[in-house]
């Protein structure tokens, strides 16, 4: 269980425009002690990014008005240091595409158990 200084400090962004995935990884984030905030959308996401706000941020791929890998070059462009890890269930489309996913740090497959998040935010956000 972590204390709830360090609660208090991780705070991650989840984004996805499936809610039951959004809702997953929140309840599994939420069950580790993170803060977490959610949004359906890339632009969505990109109305409650702020630089220093989140220490990490998860987002899928294949969503409508706003790829994941748009919404990742966005998010870098404001704040070149914050952490983008993209959850899909398409990673061989993605690296087949021979397109460069500027923004993003890493893939995580769905489906995905809590430690493939925890072993992320570790890597990629470390305290």
């Known amino acids: ?7 208090q400090q991780r705070h991650i962004l989840v984004v996805d425009d499936e809610p039951l995935v959004r809702q997953t990884v929140q309840m599994l984030l939420e069950d580790d002690g993170y803060v977490v905030d959610e949004a359906e959308s890339g632009p969505q996401a990109l109305a409650m990014f ?8 998860f987002t899928d791929y294949f969503m409508p008005d706003m790829k994941g890998d748009q919404l990742a070059a966005a998010i870098k462009k404001r704040s070149p240091k914050q952490p983008v890890v993209m ?3 398409f990673p061989g489309k993605l690296t087949s595409s021979n397109c460069p996913l500027g923004g993003v740090d890493s893939f995580i497959v769905k489906p995905f158990e809590a430690d493939t998040l925890r072993t992320a935010i570790a890597r990629f956000a470390p305290r």
């Open 50 to 57: 702020e630089p220093g706000k989140f220490d990490m941020v």
């Open 87 to 89: 959850i899909t269930a």
């Open 1 to 7: 269980m972590m204390n709830e200084r360090t609660c």
